[in-house]
């Protein structure tokens, strides 16, 4: 590794090392979600099961009334 003038060795790592952590703090922080998100996430897969609930429904009438 070559070496820069006037810098120093360890605090380059420091630097790198604080990037990582603030990437990872990053990375947390996007995949945890707030209690507004978990509400709207919940009532929007509500949403689409019965969505899909009604649709199968719908299916097995329409086979009930063409046999």
Do not use: C, H, Y
């Not at 703090?25 to 509500?46: A, C, G, I, Q, V």
């Amino acid at each position: 590794m070559t070496k820069a003038v006037g810098t120093n060795v360890e605090e380059e790592q420091g630097w790198e090392k604080k990037g990582m952590d603030e990437i990872i703090w990053l990375s947390r922080r996007m995949r945890t979600t707030t209690p507004e998100e978990k509400k709207k996430k919940k009532k929007k897969k509500k949403k689409k099961k019965k969505e899909e609930e009604e649709e199968r429904d719908f299916v097995l009438r329409s086979a009930n009334r063409s046999q």
